[in-house]
C-alpha cells in the first residue's frame, strides 16, 4: 500500500522578502495565482488537506477544498519556524544591523539561529511529529500538505537523511510542490519523487 503526501507552499505573501514566521500576513493577488496555477499543473486527486493555520496557507486551502469538496484540517504543528528579533526584517535590513549574524545564519542554521527565535531542533521535533501522525492517520490515501518553506525543508532533510546545518540548500520557491511516496513497511519507507501520478 502507497500513501502520496504533496508538500506545497504557499505564494507570495505581502511582506514578501521578509522573515515571515509566526507573523501572520495574507497572500497577495500574485500569490492566489501562484497557488492556483500550481494546482491546475497537478491532478487534483487529494482525499485529504492538511494546512499551516497561518492565513497565507489557510485561506487557500479552504478555498480549495471547498471547490473540490475535500476535507480540510489545520495543524499548528506546520506552521513556519518564528525568527525571533529577525520576524518582519528584510535580509536587507539585518545586512545593514547584524551582517556577521546573518552570514552565519546562512551558512549554519542549526547552530546560529536568529537570536530569541524558536531553536532548530525544536521545530525539527514538532514538523516531524506532525508528519509521522499525518502518515499514520491517512495511510493509504493521497494528501495535500500546505505550509511554509521551512517545513518543507525540514522534511525534505528527513527524507534525503540530509545534516539539518545544510537545510538551507534546498530550494523551495512560492507555490512548488514536492511529491512523497510512502511505501507500507515496517518502518514505513519514503521515497521523495518527482511526480508519484506517472
Known sequence: MMTFIDLLRHGETENNNRYCGSTNYPLTQLGWKQMWSAIEEN????QQIITSPLARCASFAHAL???YSIPVTQDGRIQEIHFG?????SASELMQTDADALSRFW??????P?????????FEARVLAAWQ????????????????????????CHLQ???LERLLEFSVNHADIKHVCIEQTEPPHD????NPYT
Not at 528579533?85 to 526584517?89: A, G, L, S, T
Not at 521515497?191 to 518527482?194: A, E, F, G, R
Open 85 to 89: 528579533e529577525w520576524e518582519d526584517h
Open 191 to 194: 521515497l521523495y519523487i518527482s
Open 43 to 46: 491532478p487534483c486527486q487529494w
Open 161 to 163: 537523511q540530509h545534516p
Open 114 to 122: 536568529p537570536p530569541n527565535s524558536e531553536h532548530l531542533l525544536d
Open 107 to 112: 551558512h549554519n542554521p542549526l547552530h546560529y
Open 65 to 67: 477544498g471547498q471547490q
Open 133 to 156: 501522525d499525518i502518515q499514520q492517520q491517512f495511510s493509504g490515501k493521497k494528501v495535500l500538505l500546505i505550509s511554509h518553506s521551512g517545513v518543507i525543508r525540514i522534511i525534505l
